[in-house]
C-alpha cells in the first residue's frame, strides 16, 4: 500500500522561504514522476512542479523561478523548496507519483497524502 506524508508547512510572511517534505512508503521514488500539487480555498486543485524518473522537472508558470522540486532517492522522499513566497501562494499542498504527461497536462494517478498547509501572510 502506498502511503504519502507531506510536511513542512506553516505560516509564514511575504518574502520568506519554506520547504516541504514528502515521505513515501510502499513506493521507489526514482522509479515514477513524482509532483507537488496545491489547492487553495474554493480553487480547484492545481499542479504546482513535477519530477519525471530521468530528472526534467516542469512548473507551473506562477512559481517559475521560485520554488524548486527535489528528490532524495536514498530517503525516498521528494522536496519542495518555496523561496520568495506570496501570499497567493496559500494553499494546502499534496504530493503525487504516478504522474503522467498529457500535452500540457499533467494527470496525478498516485495516491493522495492529507496535505500540509501553507499560508503565507504578514
Known amino acids: 500500500q502506498v502511503q504519502l506524508v507531506e510536511s513542512g508547512g506553516g505560516l509564514v510572511q511575504p518574502g520568506g522561504s519554506l520547504r516541504l517534505s514528502c515521505a513515501g512508503s510502499?513506493?521507489?521514488?526514482?522509479?515514477?514522476?513524482m509532483g507537488w500539487y496545491r489547492q487553495a480555498p474554493g480553487k480547484q486543485r492545481e499542479l504546482v512542479a513535477a519530477l519525471t524518473r530521468d530528472g526534467s522537472t516542469d512548473y507551473a508558470d506562477s512559481v517559475k523561478g521560485r520554488f524548486t522540486i527535489s528528490r532524495d532517492n536514498a530517503k525516498n522522499t521528494l522536496y519542495l523548496q518555496m523561496n520568495s513566497l506570496k501570499p497567493e501562494d496559500t494553499a494546502v499542498y499534496y504530493c503525487n507519483s504516478n504522474l503522467r504527461r498529457y500535452g500540457s497536462t499533467w494527470l496525478a494517478f498516485g495516491s493522495w497524502g492529507q496535505g500540509t498547509q501553507v499560508t503565507v501572510s504578514s
Open positions: 510502499g513506493i521507489r521514488f526514482s522509479t515514477t514522476a
